[in-house]
């Protein structure tokens, strides 16, 4: 993998001929299981990255890897995913990525008595609460929500500061518009990470005296803005729409945007995915800085540094080296995790799901953002690192101490 942060009664039938009795927390233990991950909809560079990891890991911990997409808008498909990797004889379930509907896919597995984790991804606190003495559900290894909240206000106010003091120069061939894409195309609302990254963003507005009104409507072409009588953004910020359900109009309303050629656009989820839509229509302005929180893989290097050569328009459009980077080896620790549990070894929070706090990476400067890319494709943990980890405790303490500056100083 070049990526660092990083499933009826059929079903049934066939995991009893792979159980051979209980583990110390009741779970059963599962010998040549079969893991089961549900992807977003589309394959691209990122999930191609996570396939190819996990694939080579299963080989080591004995699991063979089993993978279901996400298709259209129906919060209930993940269920729908869930059960179709249980019909194909799936021992666990692994949800990567956040979307609508996903908190359903909990409730089926730990009535199946099927393992089930959230990889990057989590599920409310209530119904965290609810679950966590289930010794089927494994957990949740993602960034905390105020992580993301965090994160997300800190790159607004870096375009905040960089394009709209007094004495700030724009990009040459840019407008002083501000695009702001809280788009969440994984689902059909900002829920979950959406929600704490949309916070951030709207925090750091409000600082700039700007403030967003309506943004509880599904669709932002309907939502306004406001802004007080001293905002060095007044009348600069344009909303790019979030209306899934209407994609002929989506395109349309940020195409108009993009066509301004902002000095900026800030997302709040995968500006790669996004952007190289618009990219087909012409619409991306070869001086347009891009702040996403996304995370760093081999492909996202290609894509901020300009390549003529390119196939894709996207590649061709030189970016703005600032980006916010998921890190963690988070494929990596929920793989351990699953294999521990199908050992009769599974790593608890004294007898409860594990809620491990996923830290960030960020790059305001094209050094470090090189530098990041370059540890995410050549640093793996490794099955060894998970193998003499016994607790939870243990286990965020290789999250907190695998900063980009550690790690890179190991390669």
């Not at 990525?97 to 606190?125: A, N, P, R």
């Not at 500061?161 to 695009?179: F, N, Q, R």
């Not at 492909?299 to 300009?306: G, H, S, V």
Request: include cysteine; hydrophobic fraction near 35%.
């Amino acid at each position: 993998m070049k990526k660092f942060v990083a499933m009826g009664a059929l079903g049934l039938a066939v995991l009893s001929l792979a159980s051979c009795g209980k583990n110390n927390d009741g779970g059963k233990i599962i010998e040549d299981g079969k893991v089961g991950v549900i992807l977003p909809g589309t394959i691209g560079g990122e999930t191609k990255s996570f396939q190819e990891h996990w694939n080579a890991l299963a080989k080591e911990y004995g699991v063979t890897m089993v993978y279901e997409q996400f298709q259209g808008q129906d919060p209930t498909y993940y269920k729908t995913c869930a059960e179709k990797l249980v019909a194909a004889g799936c021992n666990a379930v692994i949800c990567n990525f956040e979307m609508d509907g996903k908190e359903s896919v909990l409730e089926y597995c730990v009535d199946s008595e099927i393992y089930v984790g959230y990889s990057g991804s989590t599920v409310s606190s209530e119904t965290f609460d609810e679950y966590k003495d289930s010794p089927y559900f494994l957990g949740q290894i993602a960034p905390s929500p105020e992580q993301e909240q965090q994160q997300a206000y800190n790159m607004t106010k870096y375009f905040i500061d960089e394009y709209y003091k007094s004495d700030s120069v724009l990009p040459e061939g840019t407008t002083d518009t501000l695009a702001v894409w809280p788009a969440d195309y994984h689902g059909l609302s900002l829920a979950h990470q959406m929600t704490y990254r949309w916070k951030g963003i709207k925090q750091a507005l409000n600082e700039a005296g700007v403030t967003v009104n309506g943004d509880n409507e599904s669709d932002s072409s309907k939502w306004t803005v406001t802004y007080t009588a001293d905002s060095p953004l007044k009348d600069k910020v344009a909303i790019m729409g979030n209306n899934l359900a209407n994609m002929n109009a989506l395109i349309t309303q940020c195409t108009g945007i993009l066509m301004k050629n902002p000095c900026a656009v800030i997302t709040t989820c995968n500006g790669n995915y996004l952007l190289n839509m618009f990219a087909q229509y012409g619409a991306l302005s070869k001086a347009t800085r891009f702040g996403t929180i996304d995370s760093f893989v081999s492909d996202y290097d290609k894509w901020y540094q300009a390549d003529s050569t390119s196939k894709v328009n996207a590649f061709k459009v030189t970016h703005d080296p600032y980006l916010v980077g998921k890190f963690g080896a988070i494929n990596e620790a929920i793989l351990a995790v699953t294999a521990k549990a199908f050992s009769g070894e599974a790593i608890r929070d004294n007898g409860k799901a594990l809620n491990i706090n996923q830290t960030y990476w960020f790059a305001t400067n094209k050094a470090d953002f090189d530098k990041a890319c370059n540890v995410s494709a050549n640093f793996s943990y490794g099955k060894k690192t998970f193998d003499d980890i016994k607790t939870s405790d243990a286990l965020q303490k290789l999250f907190d101490d695998s900063t980009l500056e550690n790690l890179a100083s190991k390669l």
